[in-house]
């Protein structure tokens, strides 16, 4: 089985720090949340920018900020979001794209989002991963409903995705669909067999699909964007103690967690 690629999604775009005290929002944090979630053992970092008021934003210099930032302290891979929140244009969230960043995330199709609307046409879809290839930068499909696994295949047909696919399994979030096994499992029957894929549990489903994506040779994302407590009643601490988590039961159940530059092979990063 291959090794465990561990994604840290350090901040999202709907949790504040009423919420959850410990949340990364300025680009310091965010660095150093990486690099905390770095030396406990993840090897992608998913990030949402926050502007000065600590409000969502796709800003391309505060991405860029927080990406120097980060590589002057490791080595991790630096992943973008191009979902921002709900109420960000295509143009808007596309800016991250344009760094270069080894990877990105590319929402695969419109969902309902707790009480919004998550809007992905076909031609937002387009346009992302046109950029994404034109720049080299590998996409990391975001799956929140059945039909959008069907919507990254057209791309692929369109020749505008590269194979193999690397998907991303958001389940759980209010609106979309569940995040039980019984879900992760009907999913993965409809990728193609030499993709790779993460799962990342949204709220009380991160831990238990995060033992399913290390049983069932997946990947894991953990962090507060998805989920802001270590357990019921007790907030996480930080990032990396929700990752150290994910490491300590990997190791428990024999399976070794990748690097860095061993996820990078494994997704096929720079080929």
């Known amino acids: ?38 030396r406990a053992g993840a090897s992608i970092v998913h990030v949402h920018a926050r502007d000065e008021n600590g409000n969502p934003t796709q800003s391309y210099d505060i991405y860029k900020e927080i990406k120097e930032k980060i590589e002057e302290k490791c080595n991790i891979i630096f992943q973008p979001s191009t979902g921002g929140a709900v109420w960000h244009k295509l143009e808007e969230r596309l800016q991250p794209v344009e760094l270069k ?24 879809m387009e346009k992302f991963a046109y950029r994404m290839k034109e720049l080299g930068v590998k996409p990391e499909l975001e799956i929140f409903e059945r039909g ?23 389940l759980g979030v209010p609106g979309a669909c569940p995040g039980t096994p019984e879900d992760l499992i009907h999913m993965l029957q409809f990728i193609p067999k030499d993709s790779t894929w993460t799962v990342a549990g949204i709220g009380r489903h991160e831990l238990s699909l995060g033992v399913m994506g290390i049983i069932l040779g997946g990947h894991v994302r953990v962090g507060f964007e998805d989920n802001i407590y270590y357990e019921k009643g007790r907030l996480a601490t ?16 024999g399976r070794a967690v990748a690097t860095p530059d061993e996820a990078r092979d494994i997704l096929g990063i720079g080929r």
Not at 5 to 22: D, K, S, W
């Open 101 to 124: 960043p080894e990877m990105a995330t590319l929402s695969c199709g419109t969902c309902n989002f707790g009480e919004d609307v998550f809007m992905n046409t076909e031609e937002y």
């Open 238 to 253: 930080s990032n990396a103690e929700l990752v150290e988590r994910i490491v300590r039961i990997a190791k428990e159940m």
């Open 1 to 38: 089985m291959e090794k465990l690629i561990i994604t840290a999604a350090l901040t999202g775009a709907e949790v504040t720090r009423e919420l959850q005290p410990n949340l990364p929002i300025t680009p310091e944090e965010i660095a150093e949340a990486a690099y905390e979630c770095y």
């Open 148 to 170: 959008m696994i069907d919507n990254a295949l057209r791309l692929v047909k369109k020749g505008l995705l590269k194979t193999p696919l690397h998907f991303d399994f958001v």
